[in-house]
């Protein structure tokens, strides 16, 4: 099953571990991607266990097992209590999401996600979507550019930038990765691998709306675990690590705010947190998977 090059599986057995799998359970794998965490737990389930894997990549499907226990659902986690219901389950036993963009996404040109290659402008993760990266930076309004880039890529001079594209596409077509960068050199502060990386993060972000579906996947899972059913997220990036990090303290995404502003409780979690502080690779996974760097693990237990 399975390309092991497709997507080196990132924190495998801290995750699997983590999640405290019952051999005749039902779990969920949110993002299939390469099937490494997926394979993991089939291979602790008995033959009554059962696997729901969801990815909306297209090319997830081709490294799908042969095993009945599994049930490949081809769409966002942000639907995960429809397909469920679909599927006749209402609880399941765990939750496993691992938020990064594959290795294969990073690496197919076409796909247009990494900035180290020539291709479009695109990003989608699901091709069957409209919105891509090149109708953002030709279509946008200047100030809504800006604040895309300063929330999802943190970009430096985000204000800078917007202004530069909103005045460069009238000239120039940034419909590939190379037009885009090129046009867009003189505004980059410090290194340009690091810059472009951020800008292409934001683009990302905003084209598969990952932070909604993030917080739709999370409001879910409530009610979706079993009582000692444990959910397993793994993030790459502090946006994403901070909404998942709030919900499971405090069943909501605000900051700080302990009770509402009429004085009433604040609100409580049905989750309890397992993992005080976010699991992180060893030195070890860093060197074999450099990719994984960045990688931050949450646990949490619905109580």
Do not use: W
């Not at 389930?45 to 490949?72: S, V, Y």
């Not at 976010?278 to 931050?296: Q, W």
């Amino acid at each position: 099953m399975g390309d092991p090059a497709y997507h080196i599986p990132v924190l495998l057995e801290e995750t699997i571990s983590g999640l405290n799998i019952r051999p005749e359970g039902t779990y969920v794998d949110c993002t299939f991607g390469g099937g490494g965490h997926s394979r993991a737990i089939l291979s602790r389930l008995t033959e009554k266990g059962r696997l729901f894997a969801f990815d909306q990549d297209a090319d997830a499907r081709k490294n799908l097992p042969e095993d009945a226990r599994l049930i490949f659902i081809p769409h966002n986690f942000r639907h995960l209590q429809r397909f469920l219901r679909l599927h006749q389950t209402n609880e399941v036993d765990g939750i496993l999401a691992d938020l990064g963009v594959s290795s294969h996404q990073f690496d197919e040109a076409e796909r247009g996600f990494s900035t180290r290659f020539e291709g479009a402008l695109d990003m989608r993760m699901d091709k069957r979507q409209e919105l891509t990266a090149f109708t953002i930076v030709d279509t946008y309004a200047e100030a809504r550019l800006h604040k895309l880039f300063e929330q999802y890529g943190e970009v430096t001079n985000s204000k800078t930038l917007a202004k530069a594209i909103v005045e460069v596409r009238k000239q120039t077509s940034l419909k590939t990765i190379q037009n885009f960068k090129s046009a867009l050199h003189g505004v980059v502060k410090g290194n340009p691998n690091k810059y472009f990386a951020q800008v292409f993060q934001a683009l990302r972000i905003e084209v598969n709306d990952e932070l909604g579906a993030l917080k739709e996947m999370l409001e879910q899972i409530p009610s979706v675990l079993e009582t000692k059913g444990r959910v397993a997220i793994i993030s790459f990036h502090s946006l994403e690590d901070r909404l998942i990090k709030n919900f499971y303290k405090k069943g909501s995404f605000e900051e700080d705010d302990e009770t509402d502003p009429f004085g009433q409780k604040p609100l409580t979690s049905l989750l309890k947190v397992i993992t005080k502080k976010p699991i992180v690779p060893t030195e070890k996974e860093m060197k074999l998977n450099p990719r994984s760097r960045s990688a931050k693990l949450r646990i949490a237990e619905k109580v």
